[in-house]
């Protein structure tokens, strides 16, 4: 499976935006980029994904770049529930990495108030 | 909105017992995988099913089995349960092994062994 890179963790506070960075130099051109969070002691919760263009929801927004061996998850305004473990996936469309979603060492968002 | 049902929610086994996990999936979705996540671990996917035949296997020791039931709900059968074996054990489910709307997990199943 390819590997994604993202930071240990990082900070913001309440209400301001937070971007979230992801390296994937070796994506292949069908892989999708996933974004998930997991609070303490739940489950895995699906953000969003997307293949090369920039995607939005009501949750938060994808930039991917145009190499696409990198991506940014930006949380508009982040409030305390947003704290989180933020995992970058990438799940491929074919051989051994399709369909399950492969977790790597994801990012501790710490939102202060 | 009706999200993915596992039971039970903890479970506390001695050594060497088994312990069965069980897992319904949202309305409609085919595809189930299992997850096992330990303390302090990220998740790590165990095995998936894609209707009803098992479509990928990942680090799941051979003391555990799944399946897939025709109504599309799992059991994940786990024997001579060892103290390793404690861990929260996630499931998801997916349209298709595409997963393009995403996938939902449960709340998952906190194991125990005494």
């Known amino acids: 499976d390819a590997k994604t890179t993202q930071p240990n963790s990082m900070e913001s506070n309440e209400e301001e935006p937070v971007h979230l960075p992801c390296n994937h130099s070796?994506?292949?051109?069908?892989?999708?980029i996933h974004w998930y969070r997991q609070l303490p002691s739940q489950g895995p919760e699906y953000v969003i994904h997307?293949?090369?263009s920039n995607v939005n929801n009501r949750m938060a927004s994808l930039a991917i770049a145009e190499d696409r061996k990198s991506s940014t998850l930006i949380l508009h305004r982040a409030t305390l529930r947003d704290a989180a473990v933020y995992y970058c996936i990438l799940r491929g469309a074919g051989g051994t990495s399709y369909g399950k979603l492969t977790f790597g060492q994801g990012t501790i968002l710490t939102v202060h108030p | 909105a009706a999200g993915v049902i596992q039971s039970p929610r903890h479970l506390i086994k001695e050594k060497r017992e088994t312990a069965t996990l069980k897992c319904y999936p949202i309305?409609?979705?085919?595809?189930v995988y299992w997850y096992q996540q330990g303390p302090g671990q990220d998740p790590q996917f165990l095995i998936s099913?894609?209707?009803?035949?098992?479509?990928d296997k990942g680090s799941i020791p051979d003391r555990f089995s799944a399946q897939q039931f025709s109504d599309y709900h799992s059991e994940l059968n786990m024997s001579s349960l060892e103290l390793g074996d404690s861990a929260l054990y996630f499931c998801a489910s997916s349209l298709g092994l595409a997963g393009l709307q995403g996938y939902t997990f449960g709340s998952g199943t906190r194991l125990t062994v005494v």
């Open positions: 099913f894609y209707e009803k035949m098992q479509s």
């Open positions: 997307g293949l090369t």
């Open positions: 070796t994506i292949s051109g069908t892989d999708y």
């Open positions: 309305p409609r979705h085919d595809t």
